[in-house]
């Protein structure tokens, strides 16, 4: 996002929120959130920490945002709503579901 201008900074703030708030109101945010500006750090198995993913790209992901929609149109559809509010393309994929996970998180708010 380093192609906005610092002073258009807080009108992208506001669209942001007003693509969440209609989220919100349409019962599909899930949740979101801007990241740091670090590259992500790769933890392997035996602990060694190293730069990565890519650690040659000078990219970095701004932030993301998780729906739940019934299809991946509806998921594009929001991700355009987000890229107008946002200034940027959006990166769009699919979350697996997990039924045991969700199972641990029923089980958990039963306590």
Do not use: N
């Amino acid at each position: 996002m380093d192609h906005i201008p610092d002073e258009d900074w807080e009108d992208v703030g506001k669209a942001a929120h007003a693509v969440v708030q209609e989220a919100v109101d349409a019962g599909v945010w899930v949740f979101g959130a801007g990241l740091e500006r670090q590259r992500a750090s790769i933890v392997a198995t035996d602990g060694m920490v190293t730069d990565g993913p890519y650690p040659e790209t000078k990219e970095v992901i701004g932030g993301f945002t998780v729906v739940e929609v019934a299809s991946r149109e509806e998921a594009l559809a929001w991700a355009a709503k987000t890229a107008v509010a946002c200034r940027c393309a959006q990166e769009v994929r699919e979350l697996m579901p997990d039924p045991e996970t969700d199972a641990m998180l029923r089980q958990a708010d039963r306590r």
